[in-house]
């Protein structure tokens, strides 16, 4: 299976910004859908931003919007936050999965292959 390594967490202070990035070991040709999702502390892991391999749409959800950019390069793909807040305190996981359409990336139980996930803090 295709290794997933997230990089680019860390510390930093709430209005700044950070870039994450997911590098696959070997090119992503099965999957066609690329995320990142996010677990804070004692809360379920929730999806953050999507992009469909195909076309390029983005999905994100209303916590990312306008603050949050993904995108992807051949077989990376990355996330540029900014304006951070400390609720965006979490780990962060990089995923693939399978969807017949765009549409359907946002949904968690089509990815199947997950990286280890970095972290990001948000101080106050």
């Known amino acids: 299976q295709v290794q997933l390594v997230e990089s680019g967490g860390g510390s930093v202070q709430a209005g700044g910004s950070v870039r994450l990035s997911c590098a696959a070991s070997a090119p992503i040709t099965s999957r066609n859908c690329m995320a990142w999702f996010r677990q804070a502390l004692g809360k379920e892991r929730e999806v953050v931003a999507t992009i469909y391999k195909y076309d390029d749409s983005t999905y994100y959800a209303d916590s990312a919007k306008g603050r949050f950019t993904i995108s992807r390069d051949l077989n990376t793909w990355y996330l540029q936050m900014a304006s951070l807040k400390p609720e965006d305190t979490a780990m962060y996981y990089c995923?693939?999965?399978?969807?017949?359409?765009?549409?359907?990336?946002?949904?968690?139980?089509?990815?199947?292959?997950w990286g280890q996930g970095t972290q990001v803090t948000v101080a106050s």
């Open positions: 995923a693939t999965g399978i969807s017949f359409a765009g549409s359907s990336c946002p949904r968690r139980q089509i990815y199947t292959n």
